[in-house]
Structures are given as C-alpha cells and as structure tokens.
C-alpha cells in the first residue's frame, strides 16, 4: 500500500542514492594513514541466490590507523572457509591502498586479528607479508569447550585466560608453557591443540603492554556485530546478495562515522608512539648497496 503518502519512485530514489552513498565508501582509498592492526570477523546470513536460500559469510575487516582511530575499512559475502576467499578480500584492501610491512619500512599491516577460518593464515602470509596473525583467544576458548564440554572447560579454560593475565611478553610465554605442561597429563588433547596454537595466541606479545587487550581477540568488534545481527534478524533472508550490501553497508558507514567523529582515540598518542618504536626495532636494517668500481 501507499498509506505514508511517499511515491515509488521516491522510494527508488531514496534506495539509489543509499546504495551509491555505499558503494562509494566500500571501494574508498584507505591510503591516507596505515593501519598497524587489522580485525577480520565473519557473521552468516542466509541470502537467496538461485532460487535457494544459503547461508553466507558476511566479512568485515575493521582496522586502528597509525594515530590510534578505528576505521571500517571493508566487506564481503562469500565462503569464509577458502583460501579463494580471504585471498580476494585481502587483495581487494590492498589494492585499495591498505599500506603492507616491508624491511624498509614497517609502518604497514602489523598483526591481524581473527578467528582460525580455513584458508586465512595462507592469505595472510601471501598477502599481507610482514604482518603477524592472532588467532582470536575468545574462539579458542570456544574451541576448547567444544572438544571437551561444557563442565570440563572451565577450570581448563581458567587455566589458559592466565596466560593473559601477565604482565611481560617474556612471562606470557613462561606461563604458556607452565600451562601446556600441566595438561598434558589430564587433558592431553587440550596441550596439542596449545602447542599447535602457541605462535598464533601469542602474537600480541610483542607489542605494547596497552594494546594487548584489544587486539588478542575480536570482542572489540563484537558491539558491531551484534548490530549487524539486529538488523539481518530483521531481514531473517536477504533477497539478494546486493540487498545485503545496501543494508549492512549502510550500518558499517554509520559505524564508520561514529568512530571518526564521535570516538576519542581508540589508542593514545604516548601507546601508538611505543608501537612504531617496537616495530622500528624489530625491522632488519637494509642492506647497504655495494658498488661495483671497474
């Protein structure tokens, strides 16, 4: 019916504009700062593609620029658990000029923060040289649970959130190690599952004391996807891949500007400075040229 008195064809007018609004903060250039930190999520919708309704990964990539602000800065629908995919979405921010980590200088992608998807980590290292990978410590948890039950994964789980709870990035892995021991005995399983994990838990180390707990997982994110959900439970099935893009894209450029205008730095001044510092040291000093005389 037409009982708000608003004609289609400003409807229509109202829907294009909104979706070029959208499109256009989607394929932005994000080359004006680099981003030290990069958190990928996947959230699953059910779409209608071909006359059946799936279920989609809805991915979005949020990132903390150089001077400690949160950006949106990308998303896509498709298979969170192929290599293809996260290949594709990585390429598609770089091309867009998301700044990559080089010897000689490693003011780009420092530590990408996700859950274990099939496929990232490869995509991570092809793409995004230079940069680290943390495996999101709230899904490992999760993951624990899931191999040995409810019951059982709390006082293991307890167990592991003190890794977390040191101060250094030396007692982190002391204490990494202390715990994967004292498992082995009773929970075998749970120490493999640590020991093959240790390099992707532990990649915040390194970095500054203040940032730990807002890039060792994704909770950070977790407020934005529990819009995204709202809004996609209001929907329950997307008509159309390009319905979830108007949408859902929509709720990301509101994000996007709260955080730009209305946020205080997500990180201070003083911690981001620490950053660079670390990253500078850490980098290998180029070799230099050698000059061939005759």
């Not at 400690?68 to 192929?82: C, V």
């Not at 495996?135 to 040995?148: E, G, L």
């Not at 390194?206 to 730990?212: D, G, K």
């Not at 934005?224 to 709202?230: P, S």
Request: contains cysteine; hydrophobic residues 40%.
């Amino acid at each position: 019916g037409n009982d708000t008195g608003i004609s289609r064809s400003t409807v229509s007018r109202i829907c294009s504009e909104i979706e070029e609004s959208v499109q256009e903060f989607l394929h932005r250039r994000i080359d004006h700062t680099w981003f030290p930190y990069l958190f990928l999520d996947a959230t699953y919708l059910d779409v209608r593609h071909r006359g059946r309704v799936v279920s989609q990964a809805l991915v979005v990539a949020t990132g903390v620029s150089g001077d400690g602000r949160r950006e949106i800065l990308g998303m896509a629908l498709g298979d969170a658990e192929t290599t293809d995919f996260w290949t594709e979405f990585l390429r598609g921010l770089r091309d867009r000029g998301l700044k990559v980590a080089t010897d000689a200088d490693p003011l780009g992608v420092a530590l990408v923060t996700s859950d274990a998807h099939a496929g990232l980590k490869a995509a991570v290292n092809a793409i995004l040289p230079g940069s680290a990978w943390q495996r999101c410590r709230v899904h490992f948890a999760r993951n624990v649970t899931q191999k040995i039950g409810s019951a059982r994964s709390k006082p293991v789980n307890a167990l592991i959130s003190t890794i977390f709870a040191q101060t250094t990035s030396e007692a982190v892995v002391a204490q990494y190690q202390a715990v994967t021991d004292s498992l082995r005995g009773s929970f075998p399983e749970i120490a493999a599952m640590l020991e093959a994990a240790e390099p992707d838990l532990t990649a915040f180390a390194p970095l500054p004391r203040e940032h730990w707990q807002k890039v060792w997982s994704n909770n950070p994110i977790e407020r934005l996807n529990r819009e995204i959900k709202r809004r996609a439970d209001v929907v329950q099935i997307f008509p159309d891949r390009d319905s979830v893009t108007r949408l859902i894209g929509a709720v990301l450029q509101e994000q996007h500007e709260e955080w730009s205008y209305g946020e205080r730095r997500y990180f201070s001044d003083t911690s981001m400075r620490k950053l660079v510092h670390i990253l500078n040291e850490h980098t290998e000093p180029a070799r230099p040229e050698l000059y061939l005389t005759a």
